[in-house]
């Protein structure tokens, strides 16, 4: 019945049709302005997390999200399982979360990630001393000053490898960033590592 009422309103009002469309456009506009798009994000869980963990569900609230588990008695398994999950992912950010950073941070040195980067409390310097990030690195590093089990200056350590790229932001909290956590401040981090430029000189640390 409604599709007869279109069709004789559009019959007897030959700009009906016209002004519908109109409307119609505006609408799909509107939508589409208010429908943002998800970010695609893989993350790294820690050492005795898990793909339940509090980091793992706020982020599957928010976007497009993968957390492989991974057996974390076995770092090159755990290499190995976010390698082949990028390539059928295909993400937009790589998380990495203590543990998970260090698995990170081997996937950006042995060059099977070159995207935006969040590293949260990364333990990279933790399993190795020698541990850098590569030059084209775009990696937005969070640590807490208060952290207990890895200590900040790891992390300055790191940015400091890619000063022009890589971008540290020091704050009040413990190793798991729970103030961060609970406040949602996560998903803020997250969009604006995905914002991070390919240009050299565009990022410093922040302390």
């Not at 979360?97 to 949260?120: I, K, N, Q």
């Not at 089990?149 to 971008?167: F, M, Y």
Request: with cysteine; proline share 4%.
């Amino acid at each position: 019945m409604k599709s007869e009422i279109l069709k004789t309103n559009n019959q007897t009002n030959p700009e009906g049709r016209a002004r519908l469309t109109r409307c119609a456009r505006r609408e799909i506009i509107r939508a589409c302005m208010n429908q943002p798009e998800r970010l695609r994000v893989q993350f790294a869980h820690g050492l005795e997390s898990s793909p339940q963990g509090s980091k793992a569900h706020l982020l599957a609230q928010h976007f497009d999200a993968c957390t492989p588990q991974m057996n974390t008695r076995d770092f090159e398994s755990c290499v190995g399982v976010h390698a082949e999950t990028l390539t059928r992912f295909q993400p937009d950010v790589l998380i990495g979360s203590s543990f998970g950073g260090a698995v990170v941070v081997a996937l950006l040195e042995r060059g099977l990630w070159r995207g935006p980067t969040l590293l949260l409390a990364q333990a990279a310097i933790h399993y190795d001393a020698s541990a850098r990030l590569p030059d084209a690195a775009r990696v937005l590093l969070v640590h807490a000053r208060q952290d207990d089990v890895v200590p900040v200056e790891h992390s300055r350590r790191l940015a400091a490898t890619a000063p022009e790229r890589a971008q540290l932001i020091e704050c009040d909290d413990d190793h798991a960033l729970t103030q961060l956590v609970a406040s949602g401040e996560l998903i803020a981090l997250v969009k604006r590592a995905a914002a991070m430029t390919q240009t050299l000189g565009d990022v410093g640390s922040t302390r």
